[in-house]
């Protein structure tokens, strides 16, 4: 009789952690972007792009959608990325011609150290562009990169419009007439 007794003490200690902790996770699974990124559905061309919010170098807050109506290329990129780095000048020649026109940058660092390696590094280059700061690689698991750098294009509406895996050379004259094209095109919404 003993014996039973432990056994279903035992049984209802491990109903109840078992409880415990579906009342614990759950909610954390509802409220965390860590776990809700893993549900949303892939970054597709012609689909709205997934916002965000990191700051700047200045401490600022920025998101994606803080740049509606404007042509915007997210770069998620890091200083260790050979490719990053090689792609970095031609980037910031694209930000100096199309700068005052209907267009933004946002370069995404995923760099662990954060602005402490970001800084030195955007001073170096001679980089001017808005350099955003996600030690913890988040945008990683919300846009679903499989590696840096990656960049995407997102029109005046927030919908993803192309999606670039690797460097490119951001200066070419198409690449340039890419994004006028896009400037120009009115705003749907």
């Known amino acids: 009789m003993m014996e039973k007794n432990k056994i279903n003490i035992t049984a ?51 998101s994606l959608s803080d740049n509606r109506g404007k042509v915007v290329l997210v770069n998620i990129w890091a200083t260790w990325c050979p490719p990053c780095v090689e792609e970095m000048p031609s980037m ?9 026109e209907n267009f933004e940058i946002l370069a995404v660092s995923i760099d662990s150290k954060g602005a402490k390696v970001v800084a030195p590094f955007m001073k170096k280059y001679k980089l001017t562009f808005p350099a955003l700061i996600d ?6 698991r919300i846009y679903k990169t499989t590696g840096v750098p990656e960049s995407y294009i997102i029109d005046k509406d927030g919908i993803l419009a192309k999606k670039v895996i690797g460097p490119i050379d951001w200066s070419q004259p198409d690449v340039l007439r890419l994004f006028r094209d896009m400037i120009q095109k009115p705003q749907a919404s």
Not at 23 to 32: A, D, E, I, M, R
Not at 45 to 61: H, S, Y
Not at 135 to 140: A, D, L, R, V, Y
């Open 12 to 62: 209802a200690i491990l109903v109840f952690l078992m409880i415990t902790t579906l009342l614990v996770v759950w909610p954390l699974k509802q409220n965390n972007p860590f776990f809700q990124s893993a549900n949303q559905a892939p970054v597709r061309v012609g689909l709205p792009a997934p916002d965000f919010t990191f700051p700047g170098l200045d401490g600022r807050l920025v």
């Open 92 to 100: 910031q020649k694209l930000y100096q011609k199309l700068k005052d």
């Open 135 to 140: 030690s913890m690689g988040t945008i990683k």
